[in-house]
């Protein structure tokens, strides 16, 4: 077998001496047999002549014995491809315009695959994954929320379908560079989190059992690419020290490069140095930052899983309900974790990218069939002289095979160069840390296509130069008899990308009236010329409020003196991001409900002028001022959802509440509501308003805040002095989160606005192909009805009669297109009602609008080339006959 | 000269592989020597004798080599490989037995 293997390429390798010695072999032959029958006494012509009839074909005796040597298989596909190749080049136009089809077809999908495959398909770098569940808290006020750490351990303790639990906590530390102080993100994680993943930091340890512990020695893991870009990736940095906020830290580590976690990680913690700093470790009720990741026990489901953690949390309720009150539990794959939000969006798109190339390979097919016609004679000739009619086959499908792997090359250059244009698309957070590029995986997909296209765009047309007659092809100068059977394919094709374009365009539509929708809806604040800028005052120094009020004060009053800032304050949240904080609080004089059920808002703590610089509007009362001071009577504001669902039909001003529920023994401490102010939607544009209380900063000091800053002209222009500013106040004291306002309402809608680029840039190309279908069909249509319409228009028939009826061949296909087109997107637009806002997947005017677009370009496409009609002189086209 | 047969279906190779079984031949010499051998009754068309010659040697039952021939030319030499002696044997024994009873079904002429 290998022998014969080796036997076939040999003479394959061999292809030139193995000729000539054939030829070499067989001229010995004849001559041989000449010598004889001239012995014989034949005259030499006479010899000649026998020989030659003897031997027969001489290109069949050689052919044969190529088949023999077993080198024919290879070789006429080596034929059939540089035939193919020939014929190609033979026809550039036709080429081209193949070749370009499939390229933005292959392209779209590449690229789209390469950040499918980055964001929810790539293995992430943990052991097992599958196996890997992450857990946090909900409770039915607010939805998911954190973990208390306390909760944890004992989840811990009484779990047993967990082989393991660790605890990841996100943290965030200012550290004094030895440029620009920087705040950095980090993990303080369970001593068994590294080891449970399957990560070993690539140089020195992990963190050890007893580091579980409050009060242990603080310890860092560096990620790689902070160990890089801060310490020169220098290995000598292990075992020295690093100064976070105030403490110093031994770097006893580094984590690998592939290390990524759903937050950002710059830097790891054992969670006991976390807790050495934080009474959160040891309060219940605290919910800060904490996930719980674990490992199913082997032979575990999730689901058995799940139920058992539901027990747990019910016990743990039952147990302390004054925080764990109707508080439960969710588990969701660690995999889904790192792409939940963004999935939908991407497969909607990855559908989109298909159904350009279906356009695009039947857009491609129809080229070949068009062009099939003006070959059928070729091929006619090509079976009338031997060749099979599957060899015919095959040779068709080398040459779609040929378009679709230039294609495919092209279209993976397009990629190439579109994937960092896409990239720049998606928000950081949504990446989590995938890297989006060529690689195999991509690669291989990319092959996959080209082999998809090639059967889809010449499938058609090869198995139609098939069914031909030979003998009618070859009588009368090539009267096509099969074009009935081939307009009927074509016109199916043009009808199907109508269709295909249909679809994709409602799905765009949709979209764009979703966004429209969305960014329509009143948020509550107005973004313009309004800039954000986070710190946090982590070191020692703001220990204590007054210094912490000191600092806040001193900012702002500096940066109100600024030129050109209108006004300025700082809030500890602003909308339309995700962590915010929230309390329980109690209305004086409301009924008590169970723990669980107590009024639970959002609590803002921001400066005078707050309002003013968002552009709330005040409803009631008044807003915070200079007044609202440390010793002051506390007060505090509300929005409009809580001034009506805890003050119904009265004015809230003047009532009080107090934070927590009150308890023996305890002397309330009552803030009195002064001003109700508009709902902002806190929690994206999508969400409705939650209850909101606002408290005056100096009276709840906050060492996280956002400093917000409104300006006459472009707020950017401020960045270098507010950073003067806060540099001369405190050196070490870093900024973070630079962007604008206009910026952060951008962000919030960034998913929907990827999918509405890309489904627009996509409809848009399916759109121009299925154009230029509609149009190749009626213009060739048009050249062989040439005849036909130069007998009616001399048998009398009017010019406008002719160009209807050209024209309702070219609307027969569009409307054939709109019908099947809208009742594909009926089912396929529902896929996609996740990504819609305020719009019905099945939207009647969407629908309407599409299908009257798509029949005016069906309209246009068929109206330049019908126009051709009306050129025909009846005497040229009758003296064709 | 017309009573010349046809070679039936696969005796070929084996007219072949016995040709060579006595020295190592040129294709024009296999011919020669099959036409003689058989007083003239069986002739090998040209253009079934080479492709037999290179299916022969693909599966390795025979190899070539150049050499020259008897009047100095240059001449393309087959022989016999061991496998092609095998072969040779087995099909010479079906052959006898397929001959021997396709004679005793037709019985004595």
């Known amino acids: 077998m290998l022998d014969d293997l080796f036997f076939r390429v040999r003479s394959l390798l061999r292809r030139e001496t193995v000729e000539s010695e054939m030829e070499d072999e067989l001229r010995f032959h004849s001559e041989h047999q000449i010598e004889k029958y001239l012995k014989a006494g034949m005259s030499r012509s006479e010899a000649l002549r026998r020989v030659r009839l003897e031997f027969g074909g001489l290109e069949q005796v050689k052919e044969d014995c190529r088949d023999a040597r077993g080198v024919s298989l290879i070789e006429t596909l080596a034929q059939d491809l540089r035939y193919g190749g020939r014929t190609l080049r033979k026809w550039p136009g036709f080429a081209a315009a193949a070749l370009l089809t499939l390229a933005l077809g292959i392209g779209a999908n590449t690229a789209i695959f390469s950040v499918v495959y980055g964001i929810l398909l790539r293995p992430l770098p943990f052991r097992d994954v599958s196996r890997l569940v992450l857990l946090n808290e909900t409770t039915p006020r607010v939805g998911d929320v954190s973990v208390s750490y ?28 030895s440029n620009q102080p920087e705040n950095i993100s980090g993990l303080a994680v369970s001593p068994n989190f590294l080891p449970m993943m399957g990560v070993q930091p690539v140089m020195g340890r992990g963190f050890t059992p007893d580091e579980e512990k409050a009060g242990a020695a603080p310890v860092v893991l560096l990620s790689y690419a902070l160990w890089q870009s801060q310490f020169g ?148 000739v090509r079976i009338a002289i031997g060749a099979s009619r599957g060899r015919i086959v095959r040779q068709m499908l080398t040459e779609s095979f040929l378009v679709a792997l230039l294609g495919g090359v092209a279209g993976v250059g397009l990629a190439m160069a579109g994937i960092p244009a896409i990239a720049r698309l998606i928000p950081p957070d949504t990446l989590a840390g995938a890297s989006l590029g060529m690689n195999g995986a991509v690669l291989l997909f990319s092959a996959g296509l080209v082999v998809l296209s090639m059967f889809l765009s010449g499938l058609a047309p090869a198995l139609h130069s098939m069914s031909g007659n030979v003998q009618a092809e070859l009588k009368e100068g090539g009267k096509t008899t099969s074009a009935g059977a081939r307009n009927r394919w074509r016109g199916l094709l043009a009808a199907s990308e109508v269709g295909l374009a249909l679809v994709l365009l409602v799905g765009a539509g949709l979209m764009l009236k979703s966004l429209y929708r969305l960014l329509a809806v009143d948020s509550g604040f107005r973004s313009a010329h309004v800039l954000k800028l986070e710190m946090d005052l982590r070191t020692v120094q703001y220990d204590k409020d007054p210094a912490v009020i000191a600092f806040w004060q001193q900012t702002l009053d500096r940066v109100r003196a600024l030129p050109g800032v209108e006004s300025a304050a700082i809030g500890t949240d602003i909308p339309l991001t995700d962590d915010h904080s929230r309390a329980d609080i109690t209305v004086e004089g409301m009924a008590l409900p169970s723990p669980g059920s107590f009024p639970h808002p959002d609590i803002h703590i921001v400066s005078p002028d707050y309002e003013k610089t968002l552009g709330i509007r005040l409803l009631r009362g008044h807003t915070f001022t200079q007044a609202n001071r440390e010793n002051a009577p506390r007060v505090a504001m509300v929005n409009v959802t809580a001034a009506q669902r805890l003050f119904p039909g009265t004015d809230p001003v003047g009532k009080r509440f107090m934070f927590g529920h009150p308890g023996a023994g305890r002397k309330p401490q009552w803030l009195t509501i002064v001003g109700v102010i508009a709902d902002t939607r806190m929690y994206g544009l999508a969400n409705p308003a939650r209850l909101e209380v606002y408290l005056p900063f100096r009276q709840s000091p906050s060492n996280g805040m956002v400093l917000l800053v409104k300006s006459g002209q472009e707020p950017t222009a401020l960045v270098s002095a ?22 952060v309402v951008n962000a919030s809608v960034s998913t929907r606005r990827i999918t509405l680029i890309l489904l627009g840039l996509f409809s848009g190309l399916a759109l121009v192909l299925a154009g230029i279908g509609i149009y190749g069909v009626i213009s060739y249509s048009v050249t062989q009805r040439a005849r036909e319409i130069g007998i009616r228009i001399a048998l009398g028939a009017q010019r406008g009669d002719v160009l209807r009826l050209v024209l309702a061949q070219g609307a027969k296909i569009s409307a054939a297109g709109i019908v099947m087109g809208s009742a594909a997107s009926l089912g396929l637009t529902r896929l996609m009602a996740k990504l819609l806002y305020a719009v019905s997947a099945a939207d009647p005017a969407t ?35 | 000269m017309n009573d010349r047969i046809e070679l039936p279906q696969g005796t070929l190779d084996l007219l072949i592989l016995r040709t060579l079984a006595l020295e190592p031949q040129h294709g024009w010499g296999i011919s020669e020597r099959v036409q003689q051998m058989s007083s003239d009754v069986l002739r090998i068309q040209q253009g079934s004798l080479y492709p037999a010659l290179h299916r022969l040697e693909r599966r390795g039952w025979i190899k070539a080599h150049w050499g020259t021939s008897d009047n100095n030319r240059r001449a393309k030499y087959y022989e016999l490989s061991r496998s092609g002696r095998r072969q040779l044997a087995s099909e010479r024994d079906l052959w006898r037995k397929l001959t021997a009873a396709v004679a005793q079904v037709l019985g004595p002429a």
């Open chain 1, 150 to 177: 306390p909760n944890f351990r004992d989840w811990r303790s009484q779990s047993h379908a967990f082989a393991e639990m660790a605890a990841v906590n996100a943290v965030n530390f200012n550290m004094a560079g």
């Open chain 1, 233 to 380: 990736a220098d290995r000598r940095m292990i075992g020295q020290t690093i100064r976070l906020d105030s403490h110093t830290a031994t770097i006893v580590g580094v984590l690998p490069p592939e290390f990524r976690w759903v937050e950002k990680c710059d830097v790891m913690e054992p969670i006991g140095v976390w807790a050495t700093h934080n009474d959160s470790a040891t309060e219940r009720g605290e919910r800060g930052d904490l996930l719980v990741a674990g490992r199913l026990a082997a032979g575990l489901r999730m689901e058995q899983a799940r139920a058992e953690m539901e027990t747990i949390a019910a016990g743990l309720a039952r147990a302390y309900p004054e925080v764990n009150d109707q508080c439960g539990v969710k588990l969701r794959p660690l995999r889904e974790a790192f792409s939940g939000d963004v999935r939908p969006a991407m497969l909607v798109l990855l559908g989109a990218a298909l159904f350009v190339l279906l356009v695009a390979c039947a857009n491609v097919a129809n080229l070949f069939l068009m062009r099939g016609a003006v070959r059928s004679r070729e091929m006619a």
């Open chain 1, 722 to 743: 507010i950073r003067g500013i806060v540099t001369s106040i405190d050196r070490e004291q870093p900024i973070f989160g630079i962007a604008t306002m206009q910026e």
């Open chain 1, 847 to 881: 629908f309407a609008v599409v299908a009257v677009v798509l029949a005016l370009i069906a309209m246009v496409a068929s109206y330049i080339p019908a126009r051709r009609t009306l050129r025909v002189d009846p005497l040229i086209a009758l003296r064709q006959e």
